[in-house]
């Protein structure tokens, strides 16, 4: 349709009124640009809207009448958008989208959810897990509004705010003779098997770490859930470099693990928030973004274990 809610501003002014002058002065545009809001109407509907009384003004013909109310009706529905629009812009309730790293979800997501629902109980909220390059994907698509992830292959159409920085760490059976150990250098790990989070990026990362120190990884088995890569670890068929540290030091199969700092000046994994920039966040995207601000820290990572000092 080639009208705009303009013209029927302009025509719903001069059939309230009768007259393109005084039409002209409450909205306060120029009589020619009334008087063309009319015609071009009149031309897009084929009707006739006014009857034109030579200095006496307008009168609506039947027709004009009956398209006066619709106008008027479709004024005030988009005045409604307006207002749905203001809402969502402001209230901190209605729906809300957001992406998790894998690894993280279990130990984050829902102490995160749980805390920002209590504070705000009007939202609607829904996780979704992927790995980095499909949480990317989602924002692209704007099926997420936010993600909680690494920043990995962070490209310029993503903003990314950093919130923690997560050491990567040795993952032992707590059997294994250097269990004990406060810190462990990665090339007294070398001759043993390893155990690969078979994850996009997070893999290329782990295995970057064997390369920097000139050591290639006896990869034993790979998996891209953390909880198998655990069983692996706990039932002793090797050792795995992970960032996320769970409170529960049981694999899924019971078998007991320790966690060892990793020796060395390694760049750590940086945890925050990505999305797409440019996109103007709502007042409920906004909350959830200052309360994960609030909880989450290098210090202080809902879910995940304290070094034991």
């Given at each position: 349709m080639r009208f705009t809610l303009r013209q029927l501003a302009y025509f719903v002014a001069a059939g309230e009124v009768g007259s393109v002058t005084l039409a002209s002065e409450r909205v306060n545009v120029s009589q020619p640009s009334i008087s063309a809001a009319i015609a071009q109407l009149e031309t897009e509907f084929g009707l006739q809207l006014f009857i034109r009384h030579h200095a006496q003004g307008l009168s609506l013909t039947a027709a004009g009448e009956r398209f006066l109310q619709a106008a008027k009706a479709l004024l005030l529905q988009a005045e409604e958008l307006h207002n749905v629009a203001d809402e969502v812009a402001s209230a901190v309730g209605g729906p809300l989208q957001f992406g998790s790293f894998r690894t993280l979800s279990p130990l984050l997501v829902p102490d995160?959810?749980?805390?920002?629902?209590?504070?705000?109980?009007?939202?609607?909220?829904?996780?979704?897990?992927?790995?980095?390059?499909?949480?990317?994907?989602?924002?692209?698509?704007?099926?997420?509004?936010?993600?909680?992830?690494y920043q990995l292959n962070v490209t310029p159409d993503i903003e990314f705010e950093p919130l923690a920085q997560l050491p990567t760490y040795i993952l032992l059976p707590s059997s294994h003779p250097l269990a004990s150990r406060r810190a462990i250098a990665l090339a007294e790990l070398a001759e043993e098997p390893f155990i690969l989070l078979d994850l996009p990026l997070s893999r290329e990362y782990f295995i970057s770490l064997f390369m920097l120190h000139g050591l290639s990884p006896k990869i034993a088995a790979r998996s891209d859930y953390p909880e198998t890569v655990r069983s692996y670890v706990a039932s002793g068929f090797g050792f795995s470099l992970l960032t996320a540290r769970p409170v529960n030091k049981a694999a899924l199969n019971g078998r007991l693990l320790s966690y060892v700092r990793l020796k060395?000046?390694?760049?750590?994994?940086?945890?925050?928030?990505?999305?797409?920039?440019?996109?103007?966040?709502?007042?409920?995207?906004?909350?959830?973004?200052?309360?994960?601000?609030?909880?989450?820290?290098?210090?202080?990572?809902?879910?995940?274990?304290?070094w034991d000092e």
């Open positions: 995160l959810c749980r805390g920002f629902l209590d504070r705000y109980p009007r939202v609607k909220l829904s996780a979704t897990e992927g790995d980095e390059q499909s949480l990317l994907l989602s924002l692209r698509r704007a099926e997420i509004s936010l993600a909680l992830t060395g000046n390694h760049e750590p994994m940086v945890l925050g928030i990505a999305t797409l920039r440019g996109v103007r966040k709502t007042r409920t995207a906004q909350a959830f973004v200052d309360y994960c601000r609030s909880v989450i820290s290098t210090d202080a990572l809902p879910g995940t274990a304290a």
